[in-house]
């Protein structure tokens, strides 16, 4: 992990906080529609689905949310190949991948973090993002863990040196054992990890 484009990052991601409603409405606006757009260009899935419902591609810009068809879990895995936006990607690979490797940090294809669900309902789902999408999504974690803090704030208690613990399983590619372990060294040892930010894994 670069921990100074990530304090970078984290600044600019906190900056919308200053933003007011209509604004923030309007940025999450932008967003959801240009996201529209990519999948209807780039997944046949969303793009059939779309249209079963009636939903023109002029129309991505002006229909509210709830105008489009929602999918759950079991829609997404039974779909994925066709869902996805990033050709010959498919669950069986990624269940392959991480059965022969072990639940490091280690890629795959070289770029993409692989995490799955516990298989509660009956079988893991296997989840990809590359190095942008997984960078966005520690910053939420962090954003989220150190909500009412200013980046001042933030590096005055990055200098204290905390202490932190995270108490996982961490015998699979599991999202937030995963995420925490970012950078460390030694996740996917032990079920149970200490966590610091000075020396690493304490065992």
Same mark, same amino acid.
């Given at each position: 992990?670069?921990?100074?484009?990530?304090?970078?990052?984290?600044?600019?991601?906190?900056?919308?906080?200053?933003?007011?409603?209509?604004?923030?409405?309007? @940025?999450?606006?932008?967003?959801?529609?240009?996201?529209?757009?990519?999948?209807?260009?780039?997944?046949?899935?969303?793009? %059939? =689905?779309?249209?079963?419902?009636?939903?023109?591609?002029?129309?991505?810009?002006?229909?509210?949310?709830?105008?489009?068809?929602?999918?759950?879990?079991?829609? @997404?895995?039974? %779909?994925?190949?066709?869902?996805?936006?990033?050709?010959?990607?498919?669950?069986?690979?990624?269940?392959?991948?991480?059965?022969?490797?072990?639940?490091?940090?280690?890629?795959?294809?070289?770029?993409? %973090?692989?995490?799955?669900?516990?298989?509660?309902?009956?079988?893991?789902?296997?989840?990809?993002?590359?190095?942008?999408?997984?960078?966005?999504?520690? @910053?939420?974690?962090?954003?989220?863990?150190?909500?009412?803090?200013?980046?001042?704030?933030?590096?005055?208690?990055?200098?204290?040196?905390?202490?932190?613990?995270?108490?996982?399983? =961490?015998?699979?590619?599991?999202?937030?054992?995963?995420?925490?372990?970012?950078?460390?060294?030694?996740?996917?040892?032990?079920?149970?990890?200490?966590?610091?930010?000075?020396?690493?894994?304490?065992?």
């Amino acid at each position: 992990m670069d921990y100074l484009k990530t304090l970078r990052d984290l600044f600019a991601f906190m900056k919308n906080t200053r933003l007011s409603e209509t604004q923030m409405r309007e @940025l999450q606006n932008q967003k959801l529609r240009a996201l529209l757009h990519f999948v209807w260009e780039r997944s046949a899935f969303y793009r %059939h =689905t779309f249209e079963e419902a009636g939903i023109t591609e002029k129309q991505l810009d002006r229909l509210p949310l709830s105008a489009f068809p929602t999918i759950d879990k079991t829609i @997404l895995m039974e %779909h994925f190949e066709e869902l996805i936006t990033i050709p010959g990607l498919n669950q069986e690979q990624l269940r392959k991948f991480d059965a022969e490797n072990t639940a490091d940090r280690r890629p795959y294809l070289g770029k993409y %973090h692989v995490v799955h669900s516990s298989g509660s309902t009956g079988k893991p789902g296997y989840f990809i993002y590359d190095e942008a999408a997984w960078h966005t999504m520690l @910053l939420g974690i962090i954003r989220g863990a150190l909500w009412n803090m200013t980046i001042l704030q933030i590096l005055k208690l990055l200098a204290g040196r905390p202490r932190i613990i995270y108490i996982a399983a =961490t015998d699979g590619r599991y999202g937030g054992a995963m995420a925490v372990g970012d950078g460390i060294d030694g996740v996917g040892q032990n079920r149970c990890i200490w966590i610091t930010l000075r020396s690493g894994i304490q065992r």
